[in-house]
């Protein structure tokens, strides 16, 4: 039976919609044990003024490419929905009012791997562990209880980074073995296969940037390439989603056997000091998008940083000139 009803789950993002205050960054709880800094950061953020929509509070290119795999579903799809994986604010929907913050389950200052956990225990422990604390502590559900009592005909598209799939690893295996037809859209975890369960590895789609020869929409930076290939997949393969078994990944693989490596452009690496005197001559320009201000730096330039290493310089630069670049003029 061909299922009509989908459901899209995205990652949050760091960048949001004007500054964020000191006692909503994740930094304020660096080095205290997960069960206290999980209580005084929804203390914090639940204290905070939290009118808007997540969908108006997120910003960035990857944002921007979720919301179209919304818009793309609805010609083909029942209703579609937008779940967003915050690492602040646990499993929301794009509806959800919330405030300003700072959170990741990725590397960096407001990382939830900055709390005090066990020597012993694994990253992708920690992070499932603060999925877990988080979602208990705001009261929601998380995945495997939000979908545990859906049809198996309902289709469940996953956008996910490397680091956020290590916080959701077990629910989805979970949803998997009870029959939920899944499908995980990650070039970072398909290029680490061996490394997770074999129960989840089946239902990572073949992607990697070769496909962005597939069509120009999809040659753009790699920011929001998961995002962009979730859309192209929604929109030009819809049928074969609905279809389920097995086909959607037939189809993937015989796309992907046919594409050529991608051409990579030779490159200047940059020191921090020189990536912040140019997002700082640029950023009038490019406004509060960070990731087309390293595609400019990219294609324009031919300079080159690493996505991780200009996304913190650029937050950096935020951060130390907020009153500066966010004041009403």
Not at 131 to 150: D, K, Q, Y
Not at 176 to 183: N, V
């Amino acid at each position: 039976m061909a299922a009509r009803k989908l459901t899209i789950i995205t990652t949050c993002t760091n960048q949001k919609r004007g500054p964020t205050e000191p006692d909503r960054c994740l930094r304020c709880q660096n080095g205290m044990d997960p069960k206290f800094a999980v209580k005084r950061w929804v203390e914090s953020l639940g204290g905070s003024e939290a009118t808007a929509p997540a969908s108006d509070v997120y910003l960035g290119s990857h944002w921007r490419e979720s919301l179209n795999c919304v818009a793309s579903a609805r010609e083909k799809f029942d209703s579609p929905e937008l779940l967003v994986l915050s690492a602040g604010y646990g499993l929301i929907d794009d509806r959800t009012p919330i405030a300003n913050y700072a959170a990741s389950f990725a590397a960096g200052p407001d990382s939830m791997l900055n709390l005090k956990w066990p020597r012993e225990n694994s990253v992708r422990e920690n992070q499932a562990e603060w999925w877990r604390l988080l979602n208990n502590a705001w009261g929601r559900t998380n995945l495997a209880e939000r979908f545990g009592g859906c049809g198996g005909e309902e289709v469940i598209v996953l956008i996910l980074s490397r680091e956020y799939f290590g916080a959701v690893e077990r629910e989805v295996a979970e949803l998997i073995a009870a029959g939920k037809r899944i499908y995980i859209v990650s070039a970072g975890v398909f290029a680490n296969l061996s490394a997770i369960s074999p129960v989840v590895r089946a239902r990572v789609l073949p992607f990697n940037d070769r496909f962005k020869a597939v069509d120009p929409y999809l040659d753009k930076t790699n920011v929001s390439l998961n995002a962009r290939l979730a859309n192209w997949l929604i929109t030009a393969h819809a049928d074969a989603l609905a279809e389920g078994n097995g086909k959607v990944f037939e189809v993937m693989k015989r796309i992907g056997e046919g594409l050529p490596d991608p051409v990579r452009k030779p490159v200047a690496p940059m020191t921090d000091e020189e990536v912040m005197h140019y997002i700082q001559a640029h950023f009038s320009t490019f406004g509060t998008s960070a990731s087309a201000l390293l595609r400019h730096l990219r294609d324009s330039k031919g300079l080159s940083c690493e996505q991780k290493r200009f996304g913190a310089l650029f937050r950096r630069f935020v951060e130390s000139n907020q009153g500066r670049l966010f004041d009403p003029k």
